[in-house]
């Protein structure tokens, strides 16, 4: 069942209006697929982590993790909600720069950052590195000797904690690219090293521990094994822990039957295992959050136009639209669920199931299946919510289909965010070797 997030509503026109515009009149003016963001969703979704951090009087920052969608209007609004921004490549980097966003409230993550790119990061004069292991502390400690700097840096550490949506896995196990492993003595290695390192100052440390997570335990856990690592650098080498970044991954809901805690109760429960843990260290460390799609996910919706329509007798139907794998590589990859809604006639009754299937040629390019809608027909408009996140930043040309446009929505008006792509750009970076040139027909010399 299709529910309603953020200002969406269904209007006397029986109409699904985003953000005060309806949808049937943005499809006519920017066409589809179209992306719909909701800003004052995304706003008032940070806003919620910042005011529950406030509430808990802890030293903390709150981050975006710019790759559940980057775009320059989107590292404005990040800008002027006052997060940090979490950038994982040069071009994240450089959409944030090119927007206006300050260098000193970027950092970088990534678990292979290039030389070019930690150049890049150091040269822009961004705030800090999360290093990742022990070739790019050593790469980082050149870099910025080279240069005549002192980088800031926390240590990616995995804790071997796993949690996915509906539980958590206390693993023994150290096989993730990512990060210092905890338990094979990886991490504390990691804190000798940078410590040793003098052109970096170890300011603390980062823990991601997964993604679409609902309960809260893995974060608790996390905590308490993090604390007593903290302790351990304390006692050894007198390092004092100025900052613990916990990581994203805070769930939303795609589907009714989500159930994801609300952001101040994440906090709540960080907040709380903090001062609980580590009460006996010499000081609490100031606290940071990164969430990416809790921030945007439910508040994006895409837009499509339905085309063909095919009945399998006696086994499905397929409803057709004009997007797909393109800008929705999730159901594809990870059998992602969404709803879907007939935008244009969205107080009619269900009568059937269908599924909705993308135009890539691939048989695996079904965007939902099994959905109940009104009798669908070509030219009707169908609306897929929880879109914002994982989207447009996973999007592709496979086939050669345009990406779409993205518009930010709030208070009636519409603003063109991103432009559709045209077919001009599709072959912008094509080259055509002189030697393939098309030659001249008739052309005698
Ligand atoms: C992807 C990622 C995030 C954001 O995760 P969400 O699930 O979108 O909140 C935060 N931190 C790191 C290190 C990540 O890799």
Known sequence: MYFLHGSSRINERGHLEIGGCDTTELAKQYGTPLYIMDEAYI????????????????????????????????????????????????????????????AERIYFHGNNKTPQELEFALD????????????????LQHLSKEKGKTARVILRVTPGVEAHTHEYIQTGKEDSKFGFG????????????ALNCDHLELLGFHCHIGSQ?????????????????????????????????????????????DTPKEPAEYVAVIAQAVRESMKDLPCLPEIWIEPGRSIVGEAGTTLYTVGTVKDVPNIRKYVAVD?????????????????????????EASSEVVTIAGKACEEGDILVWDVALPPVKQGDLLAISCTGAYNYSMASNYNRVRRPAVVFVQNGQADLVVERESLADLVSHDRIPARLAKKKVGLTI
């Open 43 to 102: 706003r008032q979704k940070m806003r919620s982590y910042v005011q529950a951090f406030q509430k808990e009087r802890l030293a903390f920052r709150v981050a975006y993790a710019s790759k559940a969608f980057s775009t320059m209007a989107m590292c404005r609004i990040a800008d002027e909600e006052g997060l940090m921004l979490d950038v994982v490549s040069e071009g994240e980097i450089y959409t944030a720069l090119e927007a206006g966003f300050p």
């Open 323 to 347: 997007g797909g794998m393109t800008d929705n590589i999730r159901p594809a990859l990870y059998q992602a669920k969404y709803e879907a809604i007939l935008a244009n006639r969205a107080n």
């Open 182 to 193: 905890l338990e094979s003595g990886q991490a504390l290695e990691g804190v000798r090293q």
């Open 213 to 257: 997570i609902f309960e809260t335990e893995a974060f608790e856990l996390t905590i308490s094994k993090m604390s007593k690592f903290f302790q351990t650098c304390y006692e050894r080498w007198g390092m004092i822990t100025r900052i613990f970044n916990t990581g994203g991954g805070f769930g939303i809901r795609y589907e009714q039957g």
């Open 124 to 139: 822009k004069g961004i705030y800090l590195f999360v290093v990742d292991n022990f070739d790019e502390l050593h790469l």
